[in-house]
């Protein structure tokens, strides 16, 4: 009873035990919540937000973080892990203020339908004001926090650790062009693609989604898919993992592909161990690892000759519209590329386009380079540089992305990251277990998932992202096999 | 900031932030959690009771509470009325110690699920474990709650403040002789009505539904229809009520009257003032006044020649298999007797017959009079003396219903006061506006629901659920205006 550890052990249950209710709260408000009930949301979300950082910054909790700190756990364990964790966030938690907090959980909580609305009339102005005060909020969150070189990296620091924005500068310096001579081949590739067209019913999709994710490998019992406006992945309690996609009659790749890559956020989610839900070794490391599961899942698995081989006949079966056209046409037609307005939408090659332009234009906006009135005209105008395209619209443009609204901002980097974490993984995995490339051939993904549940899932929070890189594939995060795979396919 | 007054108000509010969020995870729970996530959810459940019980029970609270009742605030104010709500539950529930709320709380959440699972597999011994530790837990309340003439009265007390089993007991039995009186004459003109038959798809059952319930007055702003197991109505939070309703694809009627009934629960959840949500004010007084509102609605509106007359074009809109029936079969099928195995389903004159049962079942079992062991067997001989029908299995019989494995015992009775405050309500407005009975006719709901959000909705705890039948109808809750309601239609 007296030991720190335990009692870090359950103040953390407390503290989960309203975490995983405000995530619920968060993914009722997105699939459901009536629109009346928003502004007490609002107020539940920030009152929650409020008592867990009380939990967690009290004194007494860095007392017992000090006391574990002089104990010698062995520096593999468990117990080692969570010390470390609970202190890299003691540290940041202690430096913001609980009233900063709840404003700004309350901000974003009303943000949401503020976005939505303004998306939908496709008018920034209406966002504006709202936006003005969460990055007011963030700049001042990142000021409690100090950074070096840039105030983009106290943000980044909370979905990356360790993560810095020159070093991601100098890697994004390098990928570019080499990504830009896979476009020229790509594009050349894709003349030839077509584009599935037919009547996709959506009960159709929502049968055939389920049944691809339950053959990866996600778990139904621990596990739902829902509908909302922008898909994602939460897991408001342990055996309790939810994903959501969006369903377009007219195109069932959309919602596949996003549910297989909301399936991969989920598996590692179910991945780690249940019973330390709310401790380090009970969560995810980094959004970069993260994404690095879904992206895999998402195109490493889905977008391949393999995989439709497979598929298309079950596909057939659920969509008679797919009939008229071959596999290895379904095949050309989800490996399309084509610059296109979309992040979301956009296909392998132009998807980290995108992030660039965000990272770039996210940090001059933090240090007041670009004024927020001017976000859309400069949104467009580097737009137009990178793709090529004059952005129609706002809702084409700077209002497509939920991420501001709900606060997150330092957050786009790790979609790259996870580009680029997947295939070194990938290839790491077909490596160490060629059968794997068999197996996808017949439907069978164990060696693959199985392979991620032990090197990537079940290490929850044990290792920084760059240390379970280095240690699992040999090497930091780089480009390479990710541009080697992009050049094998569309060679 | 130091008046008593408005620190009860703040604690109010703190308490109703938190169980505003335990309705979403009770609602979340009936509508999606998976499986897996049951354990973790009823850990939530029981960390918020607690909470919620600690913030309310606080000594400070009773000083608080002491202080304004010191104060002469005008007795028909909302200050008064608040001020006598807290002191009815503060004295409630600081008689239990936390320990007990907690462990009630966990236990009937878990319960849910081995309910559901004995009632599937109509498994009596399968649920008896947990009912037996339910049963001991209301036990104990009760005891710390003490009683007069029986410990039923203490529970009741809880859902019909002021209510007594020895009135009840009077009042059901000069009912029961009357009610089966009528039952003759029903049962002789039920003899010529159909059974509906046809393919009632789901979607439109969805979209006729949510039709009628806009038109009789339920608010779609502020909430929303799911579907469950067992229809109910919840409301998280100000703006947002949420009603719930099971579908069968051969019986559009099932859902129809579900969706109605809880609609009344909902327009009455919907009518008290929002912004006193968590206080006495902006709370329900009764089960047995709830129940008036479903009851109208269901019965004394959507079982009548008008409704159909009015409804039946848009209703055979959405399902074709309708037009086979003319107006007058369908709303003689909606009105047909006959006994059956399941309340819910049960027509307007055997519906009390169910009650009673449950009724003196749940006194003599929390007595101690009838072992847990022997309830099917008790169930079973008690409901084919009322009902000449041998109950083939625990399903239709003692597993039938949510509310034991809910902790809701001592509840039952409240739903047949329900019948006779809806229809002595209804006879009152009817007297009151005569312009009611044509509105009727033409599909306008508009003063009927005004009448009740002024005389019912809006008063929300001011009166004990007998001052309001007496303050707006000038008797206490009688039998005359339902029987002579049936009367009027089976004769």
Redesign the interface.
Known sequence: MNDPYQKLIRRSR?IA??E??AS??HW?QET??????????A??LS??SGMTHRLFTAPEVGGWISECEAKTYAPESSEAANVRGWRRNYDRATKIPVELVEEHTRTTSLANSIWIEARKRSDFSHFAPILAKIFDQVRRMADCWGYEDSRYDALLEGYEPGARSKDLTTLFAAFRPRLVDVLGLALEKSKFAPVLEGDFPIAAQVAFNEEVARAIGF??????I?ETTHPFCTR??????RLTTRYDPGNFLSSLFSVMHEAGHGMYEQGVD?DA?GTPMGSAISLGIHESQSRLWENLVGRTPDFWNFWYPRAAEHFPALRKYAPDQVCAAVNRVSPSFIRVEADQVTYDLHIMLRFDLERRMLEGDVALADVPAVWNEEFEKSFGLKVPDDSHGCLQDIHWSAGLIGYFATYSLGNLNGAQLYSTALREKPGIAGELKSGHYTTLFQWMRDKVHRKASALLPQELMASVTGRPTGTEDHLAMLRAKYS
Do not use: C, S, V, Y
């Open positions: 407390e035990l309203l995983g209710t619920l709260l009722d459901g919540l009536p629109k009346n009930g928003i502004p007490w949301r107020e539940e009152h929650l778990d139904f019992d621990a596990g739902r829902d408001p309690g342990p055996g309790d993992t249940q839900f």
